[in-house]
């Protein structure tokens, strides 16, 4: 049974952490083969399993002993039927392996949850295209249609809500919103961005948000920026304006490289985990309603330890 379904805690305020860049982690650190960058096929066996539950855990246990909240992403940012099926899995292996993804993070809940660090579980659901590049959108009734199926399967788990992570463009994110809305369940959508601030379709994030929320009633429960550098974008949100107090989760690639750059990198860029604190420190205290922060590529535990330490030391100056 789901936890948090029906009153999600990172709305109330505080610090709640979630992962860093898992596909770039696992192959870069780890030296795992992620064809697609698709981490849920690691599932398929028990080497791949404690693959993921190292990794898991390595970023929970920091929430744990910091006393912060923490938001258990699933690893099916490619666990759909298009990504899916170049792996060979049929639909009904697709209901299997997210329901799957979803069951470990909820054995890795009873783990490392405490009083103080309460811990939301959230499906993950990815572009149906590149999260690079907008590419050929799909109109929102077609994005509702090809996002259900994942989404009904996070529905029928202890999943609290979903979360489209990378999403490019308007159309499918209102699709995503309105298939979590038909199944009972909470929505965070998870823009990207170029390096002029702007998503991938030519969209500012103010339009973006603002067009998703006049399709949906407003339905998202909140909006985050992911996979940019926050010289990407911090300029752009502008403190006390409404469609900035809608984004409430941040993602940042350790990376200042654009997503060609990254695209054709054969090296890892992880940046500066110090550096990449002080300026979610700097966004955190100029907005002051940001809740949830984590990273994307090229960023693991040890920048995510750095977010924690310096965001949770200005909270408590």
């Given at each position: 049974m789901?936890?948090?379904?029906?009153?999600?805690?990172?709305?109330?305020?505080?610090?709640?952490?979630?992962?860093g860049g898992i596909e770039t982690t696992l192959i870069f650190h780890e030296g795992l083969d992620l064809p697609y960058f698709a981490a849920f096929d690691l599932l398929k066996d028990r080497t791949g399993q404690?693959?993921?539950?190292?990794?898991?855990?390595?970023?929970?246990?920091?929430a744990q002993q910091h006393d912060c909240g923490f938001i258990l992403e699933s690893p099916t940012w490619r666990a759909s039927?298009?990504?899916?099926?170049k792996l060979g899995y049929r639909a009904a292996d697709l209901v299997e392996v997210n329901r799957q993804s979803?069951?470990?993070?909820?054995?890795?809940?009873?783990?490392?949850?405490?009083?103080?660090?309460?811990?939301?579980?959230?499906?993950?659901?990815?572009?149906?295209?590149?999260?690079?590049?907008?590419?050929?959108?799909?109109t929102a009734e077609?994005?509702?249609?090809?996002?259900?199926?994942?989404?009904?399967a996070f529905a029928e788990s202890e999943a609290d809500m979903i979360t489209a992570i990378t999403?490019?463009?308007?159309?499918?994110?209102?699709?995503?919103?309105?298939?979590?809305?038909?199944?009972?369940?909470?929505?965070?959508?998870?823009?990207?961005?170029?390096?002029?601030?702007?998503?991938?379709?030519?969209?500012?994030?103010?339009?973006?948000?603002?067009?998703?929320?006049?399709?949906?009633?407003?339905?998202?429960?909140?909006?985050?920026?992911?996979?940019?550098?926050p010289d990407?974008?911090?300029?752009?949100?502008?403190?006390?304006?409404?469609?900035?107090?809608?984004?409430?989760?941040?993602?940042?690639?350790?990376?200042?490289?654009?997503?060609?750059?990254?695209?054709?990198?054969?090296?890892?860029d992880d940046g500066n985990p110090e550096e990449l604190s002080q300026q979610y420190r700097a966004l955190w205290a100029k907005l002051g309603h940001i809740t949830v922060m984590g990273g994307c590529c090229g960023t693991d535990h040890r920048h995510i330890e750095a977010i924690c330490h310096a965001c949770s030391t200005a909270a408590a100056a």
């Open positions: 789901a936890k948090y379904r029906d009153h999600l805690p990172q709305l109330d305020g505080g610090i709640f952490l979630t992962d404690a693959a993921l539950r190292r990794y898991f855990s390595s970023h929970a246990s920091i039927s298009d990504w899916g099926s979803i069951a470990l993070l909820a054995d890795l809940r009873r783990t490392f949850e405490t009083a103080k660090a309460p811990m939301v579980i959230s499906g993950c659901v990815g572009p149906r295209g590149d999260g690079y590049q907008a590419g050929e959108a799909m077609e994005a509702q249609a090809y996002h259900t199926l994942q989404i009904e999403m490019t463009n308007v159309p499918e994110a209102v699709g995503v919103t309105r298939a979590g809305q038909a199944a009972g369940m909470p929505v965070v959508i998870s823009f990207t961005v170029e390096t002029d601030g702007r998503l991938p379709s030519g969209d500012t994030l103010k339009d973006a948000i603002a067009a998703v929320d006049a399709a949906t009633g407003d339905g998202p429960a909140y909006y985050m920026i992911n996979c940019a550098h990407h974008f911090a300029e752009a949100l502008v403190a006390g304006e409404a469609w900035v107090r809608r984004i409430r989760g941040l993602r940042a690639n350790a990376s200042r490289l654009s997503h060609a750059e990254l695209d054709e990198a054969e090296e890892l």
